[in-house]
């Protein structure tokens, strides 16, 4: 596994500038005694309590590190079973992680003060890939760029998220991630979990926990209630193994793209794609992003322009968007099928749109002769900006057809002051600041407007601007996925930051928008008046985790916090 | 509401030759005490302690009663809580019902003796149909047929199972029914439960649980644990309300019919059709029906013929085959999509199987037209076999767009002997014996070979004949839907047919097969040696219901059993 957290020398005076760390209270358990079992049990070198490594492990995208009091690499579902026995005889809460990339989410960080870190990286074995059915299975620390690698030449398509090569697919899954192929809704296409219990017992879900069930992998619900939703955007297990469900290489692929030149147009694209969701035109995502978001992915906020002020002046923007070609509104989606099913979805989606808006369809040979026309210009000196805007059209191709890349992960660093560490650096190392705030809005025109009503002055007001991209995740729902981007590195900026997203957060809840997702930030604000379900949420899981001993604090808004 | 459960003269000769009851057990509570709270809560019009109408409610088609304490019909979510709460204070448990045609896999019957029903029919109400995003909010109570009705001229179908135009919607969704469309699965369609726990609170899932919010319809896992899963296939809950997705009228529309006229067939139909399903050529549940499953659609068991001999004498068999024109094996299955993608997937069909077999391709225009020529040929005096195939035709096709009918239930009947009170009758009152019987294979030839040389000597053994549709309800999974056909009115066959369940459970399970819905004769052999699964179920529902008020026992295998 290629290391690709090298500490920065800079990691520790960027620390010291961080927000307090929330206040430390010590483990209740005897911590000492845990680490001297966990060390026999796994092998000291995958126990680790030095000082830095914690650190580095607690450090957040969020602003505010929360460093484990341990971390711990069992290297097999069997260890996992002992991390958690021992755990629970000295009463250490412990927080697995898959590869530790939420960013934006909560990262690495435990939900709270002195948990230990389970650390799932070792486990990244591809068990199985079903190029028949169309599946695999996989433990939790195989990467994107692993999964990748294991179905080169299957015929099998993963689906990828935008968290770079190095994240997590079951982490993603069991978050309720989504991508860009059919694909798209990840938890939806996990087939049977895999799951050690507080009390180390270990569940599998669907027909899994049946001896040699024959449709273990190819039927999700198996029989008798479905366990696997407890399990997702919790706590109370630590899955070691999941079936995923991949999709076999379509007949013909073609990517497409809209660029509305208003800003107003927003309702009209969404009221005019949602038919086309509905009746399965479009089979998957369609992710609709504001000129803010297409330019962040393209290059930083122009410091020097504005003179160090923010919000982004509009003159600033107006250039920007020019510069980039970027529209107000541009729609990235794909149509995927046999070769004829393709041709009828492409002249339908020129119909529903292609009167309004200028469409452009991309399928690969088309992008491969742009490469090699930027090739040719770069030889001759130019085509600078040809060049990038394939960078990110191939990027954008990858992601459409289920291949991983660093690509969104620039988009990060939008507010970073100063140079980076590499072109696509780990969000962490590069100081950039990162609160996703992704509300979720019924697919109608008038929703997302109302959407951008809120949002828009709320980020100016404190002195940010709304990054935006509307996800059509199913053909009914609209996932408005926004972040505040800042510089950790900077204390004012930052304080400023926690609290547009409070402001956010209050507001999109009282419009009635709620997020699909949510980070420590957002934990607290989730009961909001609503008792009921999570006071059952809470009964579910102490009956798995009485102790607490899993994860505590994690989507928990009841549980008490500093 | 037509009361369809008109009592019959019959019934209690009927009953009298039945299988004695579950040894029954009193009570704990204070049924007295009970029933004068609950009339004061709900009128005593609605509180039904007659035997007669309890013993009418505890029939089963499973051939063993187990008749209510109390039949209760609360009118609104408000109801059935104050329903729990007298429940709860007087120890009476409680088995809720939406229409109590669960024909099969339990019926009306509550999970063991001494529960009061809480009937859910009065609570027929739709809330909402929503045309822009495509959904409704119903009641439990709502039937096939009241659905249907809501929907006319929405442009909106819903998707509609064999269970007949009686049968609950919601029931369905929760124990994971299928029917027909792309909307096939209808757990999958539910957005959104409203669910009254045992303590009488009213849990609401999704985003539910937050006032006004705007996505609750139209994103089904909300944020945090998705505790859907959990009252599906279960107890511990009375669901009051669900947001059902339905599917949009498509553009285009056609149904296929594939005829494979050996037995030896299945393997290969399985392993063609596979591909489509992945590609998504195919978007919807496929059935491949046996030549007795589609016969018994046609008539009953030919006792004459067989000089009342079973099993059905392989001559016979043959006879009606060709009688019927039906092949050894039935596909049926529908294209939906624009008018040129639905071109699109008929070529691609056609290519894949159309060598191989015939394929009936079958739009409303072409029905129409046979059934015009029906109609002529009646008046001549002839054209009775034509004029049967067209409206079995018309059942076919009627489900595969969504349209509720009777059609199948007949099939249910395959065995009874003498006359029946109707034509479509309801198969409680038409002495009908029905075992589900429903593994879960994967999509592959070979599973399905394997399960037919599983079920049919055991079949043969205990005199049945094996009554068989595989359906690819989703890419990768098979359901093989079969069923111990019965008279419920021989109670020598009665036994036998109990026997015959029993040696099929085992020997699919033995074999790895598992099913994906069970009745009362298969919840005590879920747990197969699989303990932590169930176990873990257990405390879940004991975290809710501690007392056991809601259901007890239902997909329990670890529950007490007589």
Chains 1, 2 share one sequence.
């Not at 799951?195 to 273990?216: C, E, F, I, K, M």
């Not at 900006?385 to 057809?401: E, K, P, Q, T, Y």
């Not at 140079?419 to 990162?434: C, K, Q, V, Y």
């Not at 996925?481 to 999109?508: I, K, M, W």
Request: hydrophobic share 40%; with cysteine; glycine share 12%.
């Amino acid at each position: 596994m290629p290391a690709i957290d090298t500490p920065s020398t800079s990691l520790l005076d960027i620390a010291a500038r961080l927000p307090a760390p929330e206040p430390w209270s010590p483990p209740e358990g005897d911590l000492a005694a845990a680490v001297r079992e966990w060390s026999r049990a796994l092998g000291g070198e995958h126990v680790d309590t030095r000082e830095e490594a914690l650190a580095r492990r607690g450090r957040s995208t969020g602003g505010r590190p929360v460093p484990p009091v341990a971390i711990l690499s069992p290297g097999s579902a069997e260890e996992v079973q002992e991390v958690v026995r021992i755990a629970g005889r000295h009463r250490i809460p412990l927080h697995p992680i898959s590869r530790g990339r939420n960013w934006g989410y909560g990262d690495a960080c435990p939900p709270g003060p002195g948990q230990a870190l389970v650390d799932l990286r070792r486990m990244n074995r591809v068990l199985e890939v079903h190029r028949e059915l169309a599946y695999c299975v996989i433990e939790p620390g195989v990467t994107q760029r692993e999964l990748a690698a294991a179905l080169e030449g299957s015929g099998l398509w993963m689906d990828a998220t935008g968290a770079g090569l190095e994240a997590s697919v079951v982490g993603n899954s069991l978050d309720r991630g989504f991508g860009h192929t059919p694909y798209g809704d990840h938890f939806a296409n996990t087939c049977g979990l895999e799951v050690v219990l507080p009390d180390a017992s270990l569940l599998r879900t669907g027909y899994g926990h049946y001896a040699d069930a024959r449709a273990r992998w190819a039927y999700r619900y198996g029989v008798g209630p479905v366990l696997d939703g407890l399990f997702s955007q919790s706590g109370g297990g630590i899955v070691t193994r999941i079936g995923l469900w991949l999709m076999p290489v379509p007949e013909a692929f073609s990517a497409f793209f809209i660029c509305a030149e208003r800003d107003e147009d927003l309702p009209e694209i969404v009221d005019a794609l949602r038919p086309l969701r509905l009746h399965e035109v479009l089979r998957s995502a369609v992710h609709i992003a504001n000129d803010l978001r297409a330019i962040s992915a393209r290059c930083r906020y122009p410091w020097e322009r504005t003179g160090g002020a923010t919000p982004l002046p509009a003159h600033v923007r107006a250039a920007l968007r020019a510069e980039h070609g970027v529209g107000a509104w541009n729609v990235a989606g794909a149509l995927y099928g046999t070769r004829a099913g393709v041709a009828a979805a492409r002249g339908a989606l020129r119909r529903a749109v292609g009167g309004r808006w200028r469409v452009v369809l991309l399928d690969e040979r088309k992008l491969a002769w742009a490469e090699r026309l930027g090739r040719v210009l770069g030889w001759l000196g130019r085509g600078e900006a040809l060049r990038r805007r394939v960078d990110i059209g191939r990027d954008v191709l990858d992601v459409l057809r289920g291949v991983p890349t660093d690509g969104a992960l620039p988009g990060a660093c939008w507010r970073v002051r100063g140079p980076l560490p590499s072109e696509r650096p780990d969000p962490l190392d590069a100081r950039a600041g990162l609160l996703w705030m992704s509300p979720v809005a019924p697919a109608t025109g008038e929703a997302a407007r109302e959407v951008m009503d809120i949002v828009t002055p709320i980020y100016e007001a404190h002195g940010f601007e709304a990054l935006v991209t509307f996800t059509m995740i199913t053909p009914r729902a609209l996932c408005c996925v926004t972040n505040v981007a800042f510089d950790r590195g900077e204390p004012e900026e930052s304080a400023r930051a926690l609290a547009c997203y409070d402001a956010l957060a209050g507001a999109l809840a009282a419009g009635g928008y709620h997020p699909y997702r949510t980070g420590p930030a957002g934990w607290g604000k989730l009961a909001r008046g609503s008792t009921v379900f999570w006071e059952t949420a809470r009964k579910l899981r102490a009956a798995l985790d009485p102790d607490g001993l899993i994860s505590p604090g994690r989507y928990d808004p009841l549980a008490p916090r500093a």
